[in-house]
């Protein structure tokens, strides 16, 4: 049974920097991608980041380039996203998603990724 589970959300002042991991268990995503989705109340989830296991490459959305930076470790089979210069509307609950293919997009789907974390909030206050 493949689990993602985050760990790393909390309130902090705008401003402020957080970091998010994912620990993936059951399986290995070495031929794929895991990333970071977004979900703030009242809209739809959002592409925030990912990157391809093989080879390192990364897509972000427009809204958090120069701010987050997502990174992977290979032998813990686990995914960070380090988000500074955090902002109000970055609040959100994130989810860790994972692909058993690799995803070559900078706006992925959500339906792309077959695999989904429970979610973790991150709330950034004014």
């Known amino acids: 049974q493949v689990q993602l589970v985050e760990s790393g959300g909390g309130l902090v002042q705008a401003g402020g920097s957080l970091r998010l991991s994912c620990a993936a268990s059951?399986?290995?995503?070495?031929?794929?991608?895991m990333g970071w989705f977004r979900q703030a109340p009242g809209k739809e989830r959002e592409f925030v980041c990912d990157?391809?296991?093989?080879?390192?490459?990364?897509y972000y959305a427009d809204s958090v380039k120069g701010r987050f930076t997502i990174s992977m470790d290979n032998a813990k089979n686990t995914v960070d996203l380090q988000m500074n210069s955090l902002k109000p509307e970055d609040t959100a609950v994130y989810y860790c998603?994972?692909?058993?293919?690799?995803?070559?997009?900078?706006?992925?789907?959500?339906?792309?990724?077959?695999?989904w974390g429970q979610g973790t909030q991150v709330t950034v206050s004014s």
């Open positions: 998603v994972a692909s058993a293919a690799a995803v070559y997009s900078s706006s992925p789907k959500p339906s792309w990724f077959n695999y």
């Open positions: 059951g399986r290995t995503f070495s031929s794929g991608t």
């Open positions: 990157i391809i296991w093989s080879n390192g490459s990364t």
